[in-house]
């Protein structure tokens, strides 16, 4: 009686793996399109009509691409892809430069877009970068903390440590922007800072579908928010949280969403 109790016990907690490591390897399967097909066109980026250029190169001597599109003295930054593991972060910021190449009449300031800051997380699917560093806990923001408690939330050992970081922190420099847009993943969720604009936001949010958002519900210290927006910068900046990592967003949606934003005046 006792030997079929725990052959029953058995049967069950062999099922429940099986079948829990089969949701898993679902979900991979989506994902894993995803990012390899971003890592394609993030390679394709050196030889793409649109004329990405070179900002500067990661840690493991990945080049990071950028491009200016239109002009003015009213600057938008758009940065993708500071988390490897959130490909669409990358995709999207790739197409939003893609709709600018072919539609130029419709942009109204000038717009920096440097789609892919962390091009070795992308290829290995980490978070980090090939230091293992969270470039996103790396600003050299007053919140940056030297500890921390999750292994990819590494902040580096000292604030700016890493060359994915020194390029955002230059190109902020260099242009100025208004407003940073830094692209995540996976609330489906905008998270506009202090000083961004309501009815943009709110604009910004229809056109998406993504909702509004304030707090993202955890610390972030040595953010990129939270170094644009110190007193002496005081940028303001959206987080703007895609959705799931294994479901294809709406890249035409976020087009038209960043499009908003360029254009606000
Ligand atoms: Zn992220």
Redesign the pocket.
Known sequence: MKNIKILKLFVVMLLFFVSAGHLYALRQRPYNVIRHKTIKEYRAMSVSPIGWKVLGYSNDMNPVYYREFGSGSKTLLVIGG??GD?PAATMSVIKFGEYLYEFPELLKNRVVLIPCINPDGLIMGTRTNANRIDI?RNFPAPTWKAKYAKNHNNPGRLPGSEPETVLVVNAIYDYKPWMVIGV??PFGKIYPSEGVPADLYKKMSKISGYGIDFDIGYDTPGSLGGYISEKSRAIPSITFEIGPIDIEPDYDAITYAFLEAANYR
Do not use: G, P, V, Y
Request: cysteine-free.
């Open positions: 500071l988390h959130e996103n995540h993943q």
